[in-house]
């Protein structure tokens, strides 16, 4: 029951944020949308930040876990762009509000899993070992400052361009520039 009650406020504030801003929602309203008293809400968050920090660590562990083919980018990417698409209004009010470090935080943390499983188990296969770890570290870094860069340009543009199309894009020209460089 508790784990259906928590399940329910999370939804209640997801909702909520997909009708207004995060700064106009109190934990007044969730409790009257779920039907609970503010004990039960308090007895399974501390606050509305709380609900929003668990639903977005939930969600950004459960792409974490999802054991996609390691050889294509797109795969996570995606993951990720149709999880903010599906609840696109309440991630700009997230965004856009002051507590959008949280959302940055756990973006910077699955762009540097995205990097890790996705970019670099790929790059190892073309012989980048040979660089030392701390140049590894350091490329690795900018892959990720890169991909979280696009993502956040994204939603600062309210998502309205396809992200995805965009990405599958570069992919190509990358590839295209690579082979060229081949046969040079």
Not at 88 to 113: E, P
Not at 124 to 141: G, I, P
């Amino acid at each position: 029951m508790a784990g259906f009650t928590k399940e329910i406020i999370i939804q209640a504030v997801i909702e909520l944020l997909n009708e207004r801003p995060f700064s106009q929602i109190t934990v007044k309203d969730v409790v009257e949308k779920c039907g609970i008293n503010r004990n039960t809400f308090y007895y399974h968050f501390r606050d509305l930040r709380d609900v929003m920090e668990y639903a977005l660590k939930r969600e950004m562990d459960r792409i974490m876990q999802s054991h996609l083919e390691a050889d294509d980018i797109m795969d996570g990417l995606t993951q990720v762009m149709e999880l903010f698409q599906e609840n696109k209004k309440a991630i700009l009010h997230i965004y856009r509000s002051m507590d959008r470090a949280v959302l940055q935080q756990y973006l910077d943390t699955l762009c540097d899993y995205i990097v890790r499983e996705y970019i670099w188990q790929s790059r190892s296969r073309l012989d980048v070992m040979q660089l030392s770890e701390e140049d590894q570290r350091l490329l690795k870094n900018v892959d990720k400052c890169l991909l979280e860069g696009i993502l956040l340009d994204w939603l600062e543009h309210g998502m309205k361009e396809d992200l995805a199309a965009d990405m599958r894009r570069v992919m190509v020209i990358a590839e295209l520039a690579e082979k060229e460089k081949d046969l040079s």
